[in-house]
């Protein structure tokens, strides 16, 4: 039976000529032509290409964001040591 859209057993034109032209394109592409050192040049090339793209910070916004994170990282540091401080007493006082 058939309906709007095509047989079931059978596939529509358009996907066997996609499928064609795509297995085509897959086949040599352009990795196939360029040699490694030709790639890898491009590859360094799109990586100064997408670092252009970056938006920097400035001096204040970099300063800025230092000092939080080593505040950050002090406060941490900080806690981390009462724990510790607080836990080794306890074992100690459980374990003699």
């Not at 490694?36 to 040049?41: D, Y």
């Not at 252009?52 to 080593?70: A, E, F």
Request: charged content about 25%.
């Amino acid at each position: 039976m058939t309906d709007a859209v095509g047989s079931i057993d059978t596939p529509d034109a358009q996907d066997e000529l996609s499928e064609s032209t795509r297995k085509k394109a897959r086949k040599g592409g352009k990795r196939g032509k360029k040699g490694p050192l030709k790639r890898l040049g491009t590859f360094y090339r799109q990586i100064i290409a997408e670092l252009r793209k970056v938006v920097w910070p400035t001096r204040h916004q970099l300063t800025s964001y230092t000092t939080v994170v080593i505040f950050f990282v002090a406060i941490m540091i900080a806690l981390v040591t009462v724990i510790d401080y607080g836990l080794n007493h306890a074992a100690k006082y459980v374990f003699g």
